[in-house]
Nanobody, 134 residues
């Protein structure tokens, strides 16, 4: 089964920056909706930032707008998440996720950061921990 592999997590102080990367097969990244969820222990996964790679439209959760971006300079089959001005409440396990191919258009991609999503509708990476200390 196709896999996504994240890298770039770690520990920073408040106000610091981290860049996460997610590498996967073209079948999951090209012409698809792909991005990042985060999850705190005991909580649901929250959609943070997504890109619809057909038209490069990006979508962000309200809590990260203006601080997190999916850069335009993504290399082939890799999606990154640039996180700036990090806060302690950003601490979480971050997961790269791609919509099951062919299931999400631009509008469906835009909704991911606005409501809870069903886990089975995505292909997941293994997760990478982000810790922000005060």
């Amino acid at each position: 089964q196709a896999r996504l592999v994240e890298s770039g997590g770690g520990s920073v102080q408040t106000g610091g920056s981290l860049r996460l990367s997610c590498k996967g097969p073209a079948s999951l990244i090209r012409n698809n909706c792909i991005g990042w969820f985060r999850q705190l222990p005991g909580k649901e996964r929250e959609g943070v930032a997504f890109i619809y790679t057909v038209n490069e439209a990006t979508y962000y959760g309200d809590s990260v707008k203006g601080r997190f971006t999916i850069p335009e300079d993504n290399t082939a089959n890799t999606i990154s998440l640039q996180m700036n001005s990090l806060k302690p409440e950003d601490s979480a396990m971050f997961y790269c996720a791609a919509a099951q191919p062919g299931t999400r258009g631009d509008y469906g991609c835009s909704r991911i950061t606005q409501s809870l999503q069903k886990v089975e509708q995505f292909v997941w990476g293994q997760g990478t921990q982000v810790t922000v200390s005060s």
